[in-house]
């Protein structure tokens, strides 16, 4: 079965310093993972996603993610936060050889930025 | 613009109507999927249709019902509202029924009087 924590609810930082968002995973199958922000009364906006090619990903906004499969992790980092990535953030998986199609959402993390 | 498109973007009705949540997919996706938010429960897949077939339902109540169409639009049906009902609406498509992105809509806000 799949399964995805995202290890803090709530991140606080101060603009400028760095960001770093955690999330493991679960999964019998090789996964594809994701991250969706969301920020408030609006949809969820597609970060970044790992599909099983390069291992360090680069998403919109500054912000990475890498997969490491020994430490079934893919944590969100970004070398220094704005005060506009003050939102809610999501970690996703799925694999493409599971017949559901699920995309199994972590419970998201709240990232506030202090000025 | 994630190209998926979903009306109306506000809802306001009464306890026990019935309301209808439309979703367009972006062009050439086949999946559709509903996701209800709310804050006590965070974000709840409901169900997830591909190419006009139901694909995997989650925590959907029997008051709902959903259904995609030959042009792959898909409708959410809420019936017998209930205040705890209230809550933002998404649904996302996908390219094809088991890999790749989701691509979400703004949602679609219900609020039950």
């Known amino acids: 079965a799949q399964s995805v924590t995202q290890l803090d609810s709530h991140v606080s930082v101060s603009e400028g310093t760095p960001v770093l968002l955690r999330c493991n995973y679960s ?4 996964p594809s993972l994701f991250w969706y922000v969301q920020h408030p009364n609006k949809g969820l906006q597609l970060l970044l996603k790992y599909t099983s090619a390069a291992t360090l990903v680069k998403g919109i906004n500054g912000f990475e993610a890498e997969f490491k499969k020994s430490e079934t992790s893919f944590h969100l ?5 704005h005060m506009s990535d003050a939102a809610e953030y999501f970690c996703v998986v799925t694999h493409g050889s599971s017949n559901t199609g699920k995309l199994i959402f972590g419970q998201g993390t709240t990232l506030q930025v202090k000025p | 613009d994630s190209g998926v498109t979903q009306t109306p973007k506000h ?18 996706d086949l999946s559709v999927y509903w996701y209800q938010q709310s804050l006590d429960q965070g974000l709840q897949f409901l169900i997830h249709y591909y190419n ?15 259904q995609q169409f030959p042009d792959l639009h898909s409708e959410l049906n809420l019936s017998s509202l209930e205040l705890g009902d209230s809550a933002l609406y998404f649904c996302a ?5 088991f890999e790749g992105e989701a ?6 806000r219900l609020t039950v009087v």
């Open chain 1, 27 to 30: 999964s019998s199958y090789s």
């Open chain 2, 93 to 97: 498509s996908r390219r094809s029924g």
């Open chain 2, 11 to 28: 809802l306001i009705t009464a306890t026990g109507q019935r309301v209808t949540l439309r979703c367009s997919p972006r062009s050439g």
């Open chain 2, 52 to 66: 006009g077939e139901e694909r995997a339902k989650g925590n959907i109540l029997e008051r709902f019902s959903a």
């Open chain 2, 103 to 108: 691509f979400f809509g703004q949602g679609t």
């Open chain 1, 77 to 81: 980092t970004k070398p220094s936060a």
